[in-house]
């Protein structure tokens, strides 16, 4: 059943049967009503490929993932694609890799299916191979990077405070009477290097010296704990470390229960993101929530904002908040 058919049977023109289908004014009410239920007795099927050829407008959404394996993404990604869907786009998810390479053609084949906009999931992001890509490939699509952004005309971004949220969770440690507060975690984002930065600041400004271990594997049991055998070598004195993700920090209680140091009387753990892991670790990790729910609503409201024409701030920050669960101390009175 073509548009044409519905128009012969309605005894109008196949280009009122087409303002009907878009929604479009200047069409008698008593014509939209019989051209509509044409469309719903027929079980009529807009030609979304015909369509885009003479607007331009495919409805679809590239959105880029690392690694579709990271639960903190994924999550993210399913906020993003479930309010897309309800604005009326189509998400083509595409797993980029960690490697820019990767992310250059993967920016490259968005292009190739002419997608009018692109959301990217985290700030590995941002680094200047994908700049470069944006210009080249995208430089006429809005792109929206979530917990990251680059200075481009097209470009806009929505990020986690993750830097003032760790000084507080140092903060909030001493507070509870942890003295030796250690950091361990990957650095290869812009994110994990902030999440580093406010720990050293927080720190210092305390006067205390810094306990840092970085992170080459996604995982401790992938070394062997080795990373956290190596802090309790150069740092004994330690009894409490934020994780730079949640993940980190539910392994370390598998490693501090087989050597019999109690969570959290002895060692306060800490971790970012608020997974799911956080609630299901034996005790509950306590967490920096960097807001991914809000985050992914916001990334894909801004996108379709700015596909409709509307004014959007280039960077917005979201405040992270921690939450407090078994894994560190209850307040102590003094």
């Known amino acids: 059943m073509t548009i044409y058919d519905i128009a ?24 939209v009503n019989k051209v509509r239920k044409l469309l719903d007795q027929y079980e009529f099927q807009l030609n979304v490929n015909a369509q885009s050829l003479s607007t331009k407008v495919t409805q679809m959404v590239g959105l880029l993932i690392a690694d579709v394996r990271n639960a903190h993404y994924t999550e993210l990604a399913y906020a993003v694609e479930t309010h897309l ?72 971004g929505v990020l986690a405070d993750e830097y003032q949220g760790v000084q507080k969770c140092v903060e909030l440690l001493y507070e509870r009477r942890y003295r030796h507060v250690a950091f361990i975690g990957k650095k290869n984002t812009v994110s994990n290097r902030q999440k580093a930065e406010g720990y050293k600041n927080a720190v210092i400004s305390r006067g205390e010296p810094l306990r840092e271990i970085e992170l080459h594997s996604s995982t401790l049991m992938e070394v062997d704990y080795q990373p956290l055998k190596e802090l309790l070598r150069l740092y004994p004195e330690t009894d409490a470390i934020i994780f730079s993700n949640d993940y980190l920090a539910c392994e370390a209680t598998g490693f501090f229960g087989a050597r019999q140091i109690a969570v959290p009387e002895q060692m306060g753990l ?64 003094i």
């Open 85 to 156: 869907l309800r604005s009326g786009y189509c998400t083509i998810i595409v797993n980029s890799g960690e490697e820019t390479d990767g992310m250059k053609s993967s920016i490259q084949m968005l292009r190739q299916r002419k997608v009018d906009g692109v959301i990217m999931i985290g700030s590995i992001f941002q680094n200047d191979v994908v700049s470069q890509a944006i210009t080249h490939f995208l430089s006429d699509v809005p792109v929206v990077i979530a917990n990251g952004y680059l200075d481009k005309e097209n470009v806009y």
């Open 8 to 31: 012969k049977l309605a005894g109008v023109s196949a280009s009122t049967v087409s303002r009907v289908v878009n929604g479009k004014p200047g069409v008698k009410p008593k014509t």
């Open 270 to 333: 800490v971790g970012i993101n608020n997974d799911r892991y956080c609630n299901i670790s034996c005790p509950q990790i306590t967490t920096l929530d960097n807001k991914m729910a809000e985050m992914g609503l916001m990334v894909a409201t801004t996108l379709v904002d700015v596909l409709n024409g509307k004014p959007k701030a280039k960077r917005v920050m979201i405040l992270s908040e921690i939450i407090e669960r078994q894994s560190i101390r209850k307040e102590v009175r």
